[in-house]
């Protein structure tokens, strides 16, 4: 069982910036995918971005060139580094992680809300 604890929501103006904070239970250096997910409402879970095994970045379309990915392995971290927000990045921010199985695990979520 891997432990995800995500920090960093809240609500900001629009253009403004946040970094949420995952933090991990398990080692996040071996992992098949890490990173974040993002469920507005009434719609469905979608990527954000995500950080594959061999250190490869994804990133939504909608996303590239205002959102960075991060870890720093010795702290079981990974962050998402969010500028330029938008209302419609409004969502629950979900952390996710994939280590050396094919076993799936999330965190609970955090609210991120940005006014227009």
């Known amino acids: 069982q891997v432990q995800l604890v995500e920090s960093g929501g809240g609500l900001v103006q629009a253009g403004g910036s946040l970094r949420l904070s995952c933090a991990a239970s398990?080692?996040?250096?071996?992992?098949?995918?890490l990173g974040w997910y993002r469920q507005a409402p009434g719609k469905q879970r979608e990527l954000v971005a995500v950080?594959?095994?061999?250190?490869?970045?994804r990133y939504a379309e909608s996303v590239k060139g205002r959102f960075t990915i991060s870890r720093d392995n010795a702290r079981s971290t990974v962050y998402l580094q969010m500028n330029s927000l938008k209302a419609e990045d409004t969502a629950v921010y979900y952390c996710?992680?994939?280590?050396?199985?094919?076993?799936?695990?999330w965190g609970q979520g955090t609210q991120v809300t940005v006014s227009s």
């Open positions: 996710y992680y994939v280590g050396t199985t094919t076993e799936a695990y």
């Open positions: 398990r080692s996040t250096f071996s992992i098949n995918a």
């Open positions: 950080i594959m095994s061999g250190g490869s970045r």
